[in-house]
T-cell receptor
């Protein structure tokens, strides 16, 4: 079983829809949670960064972390065709220098 | 503010050769991490450097090595290249282990 599970998609939605992307994990030591967006042939771009449980909002993006369920989510409101990309969740522990553990990524397609 | 810069962007090498990839982190960032991204395995952690010292290492053979210089710039070396080393190699920088990581655009290595 992988430490981080993420549905690969693709997830197809119409422009303007609310998108929900999710990851589950098994390592209870994870404390830092990140969401990255990756366009084709580009490096991952950091979208959201949260520590421990709770919600964080930034513009059209909302990140939620539920440590009791080992479940994290990224919501995208008013989705745009430019949001079409692969979304990767990543997480790590908080002791010393811990590696980032990534999900496999969910491919999102937003149609005009 | 300049982002993470990786050079070269593309490389084609022959089996058995060696290669050196370069990464310049965001100014002020002292942590540099390296990841390998392939379609089959996703993003896999190679190593992380902080203040010129390797702080963490992933499960890669000894053919993969790295170093960090006093100006935080980092290099990664792969010796005796194999076909399976073909991948996108990504460098990420951070202020320290408690902050989010900013990725470069990567070096796409093709081994023939």
């Amino acid at each position: 079983q992988k430490e981080v599970e993420q549905d690969p998609g693709p997830l197809s939605v119409p422009e303007g829809a609310i998108v929900s992307l999710n990851c589950t994990y098994s390592n209870s030591a994870f404390q830092y949670f990140m969401w990255y967006r990756q366009y084709s042939r580009k490096g991952p771009e950091l979208l959201m960064y949260t520590y421990s449980s709770g919600n964080k909002e930034d513009g059209r993006f909302t990140a939620q972390v539920d440590k009791s369920s080992k479940y994290i989510s990224l919501f995208i409101r008013d989705s745009q065709p430019s949001d079409s990309a692969t979304y990767l969740c990543a997480m790590k522990g908080n002791t010393g220098f811990q590696k980032l553990v990534f999900g496999t990524g969910t491919r999102l397609l937003v149609s005009p | 503010k300049a982002g993470v810069t990786q050079t070269p962007r593309y490389l084609i090498k022959t089996r058995g050769q060696q290669v050196t990839l370069s990464c310049s982190p965001i100014s002020g960032h002292r942590s540099v991490s390296w990841y390998q991204q392939t379609p089959g395995q996703g993003l896999q952690f190679l190593f992380e450097y902080f203040s010129e010292t390797q702080r963490n290492k992933g499960n890669f053979p000894g053919r993969f090595s790295g170093r960090q210089f006093s100006n935080s710039r980092s290099e990664m070396n792969v010796s005796t290249l194999e076909l399976g080393d073909s991948a996108l190699y990504l460098c990420a920088s951070s202020l320290d282990a408690t902050y989010g990581y900013t990725f470069g655009s990567g070096t796409r290595l093709t081994v023939v």
